[in-house]
C-alpha cells in the first residue's frame, strides 16, 4: 500500500461533520506516532502550517514546539504577523529563527529554479536539526505537506516538502494533511477553530519570495519584489477582491528593460502580476481584474517602488501554466 497515495475511496472534506471526523483520527494516530515525545514545527503562517499547528496543538498540546524561520524571502510585514498571531494571540510554544543572510549566502548566484527549491528545502531542514538539538526529547519534524505537493513532485517541479529534504535527516516525519487538497485543509482549518482571515489566506510556496524573484536571487531586486506584491495586496483588498481571487501575487523576473522617468532613461525589470482561482491547485483559471484597477495598481507600483518600469498581467490558465513562475 503506497502511503503517499490518497484512496480512491476516501471521500471528499466538504463538511464539519467530514473536518471532525478527520480531526478526530488525525489526533488518535498522531498520538500513537509521537507517544510522548516532542514534535518541532515548520511555522510559515500559512494555511497548511497553520492548521497542521493548530491539529498537532490539539493532539498534543505543548509536545509541539513552532519554528519561524525568517529565510529573509518572506512577503512584507509576515514574520511580524506570524509572531503577532501565534506567539500572542494562540499562545503556541514558538521559536524564532532570522537566517536571512544565512539563506541569501547559500542562493547567490542559483539560477535553476529546481535548485533554489532543493537549496531552501535542504536548508529548513538543517536549521530545524539545529533547533533540535538545542532541544530535548525532540523526534519528530512536522510539515504542512497536502496533496497536490506530493503530485506536482513525481513530475512537475521539486517541493520544499517532498523533494528537499536530506537523506541523513534524524527526524521522522509527521504530515496530517498530505492526502489533503487545497480546499479540503481550509475545511479543516475552519473546524478547529482557526481565525477566518488565517484560513483563508492565500496560499505561499515554502520556498517563499525565492521562486517569485526568478533566476538568481539578489537583494535589491527582492526588495522590489516585496515592495510591488505589498502594493499588489493593498489594491486587492481595497477592491474587495481579497476574498475572492483565491490567490495573486507579483513576480520579477531578471530581466531589464528601459524606460522613462522624469524626462531621462530608466532600466527596469517587470512586475508581473499574477491572480487565479481554483479549488484543488491542480487546475487554475486566470481572474478578470477590471483595467481601472490594473492602471492603479501600474501607476503606484512604477511611482512607488525603486528598479521597477512596467507592469504585466500573465493572462495564462493552469495549464499550461503552473500557478508559481518557477
Avoid at 90 to 95: K, R, V, Y
Avoid at 246 to 253: D, G, R, S, T
Wanted: hydrophobic share 40%; charged share 25%; with cysteine.
Amino acid at each position: 500500500m503506497d502511503l503517499n497515495k490518497r484512496p480512491e475511496e476516501m471521500i471528499r472534506i466538504t463538511t464539519r461533520e467530514q473536518a471532525d471526523e478527520f480531526i478526530a483520527y488525525q489526533i488518535e494516530t498522531v498520538r500513537n506516532q509521537v507517544g510522548d515525545k516532542n514534535v518541532l514545527l515548520a511555522l510559515s503562517g500559512g494555511v497548511d502550517s497553520s492548521v497542521v499547528a493548530a491539529l498537532l496543538i490539539k493532539a498534543i498540546g505543548k509536545q509541539l514546539i513552532c519554528v519561524h524561520v525568517n529565510h529573509g524571502l518572506m512577503r512584507k510585514g509576515e514574520s511580524e504577523q506570524v509572531i503577532n498571531v501565534f506567539g500572542r494571540q494562540l499562545d503556541a510554544n514558538l521559536i524564532y529563527v532570522d537566517a536571512e543572510e544565512r539563506f541569501l549566502s547559500l542562493l547567490e548566484g542559483v539560477f535553476d529554479p529546481e535548485q533554489k527549491r532543493k537549496i531552501i528545502g535542504a536548508e529548513f531542514i538543517r536549521v530545524f536539526d539545529e533547533e533540535a538539538a538545542k532541544l530535548s526529547n525532540v523526534s519528530f519534524l512536522a510539515q504542512g505537506t497536502i496533496y497536490p505537493d506530493i503530485i506536482e513532485s513525481k513530475g512537475v517541479k521539486a517541493h520544499h516538502n517532498v523533494g528537499g529534504l536530506p537523506e541523513d535527516m534524524q527526524m521522522e516525519l509527521v504530515e496530517p494533511l498530505k492526502l489533503l487538497y487545497k480546499d479540503e485543509v481550509r475545511v479543516v482549518g475552519d473546524a478547529l477553530g482557526l481565525p477566518r482571515e488565517m484560513v483563508y489566506r492565500q496560499p505561499f510556496p515554502g520556498p517563499g519570495l525565492g521562486v517569485r524573484c526568478l533566476g538568481a536571487i539578489t537583494k535589491d531586486r527582492l526588495y522590489a519584489l516585496r515592495e510591488a506584491d505589498a502594493i499588489l495586496r493593498e489594491e486587492f483588498d481595497n477592491a474587495g477582491l481579497g476574498g475572492k481571487v483565491w490567490q495573486y501575487f507579483i513576480a520579477v523576473p531578471d530581466i531589464k528593460s528601459v524606460g522613462v522617468r522624469e524626462g531621462k532613461r530608466y532600466d527596469g525589470w517587470a512586475a508581473i502580476i499574477r491572480a487565479v482561482n481554483t479549488t484543488d491547485a491542480m487546475t487554475a483559471t486566470v481572474e478578470e481584474i477590471p483595467y481601472s484597477l490594473l492602471h492603479k495598481i501600474t501607476a503606484r507600483i512604477t511611482a512607488e517602488v525603486e528598479g521597477i518600469n512596467r507592469v504585466l498581467y500573465d493572462l495564462t490558465p493552469k495549464p499550461v501554466g503552473t500557478i508559481e513562475w518557477e
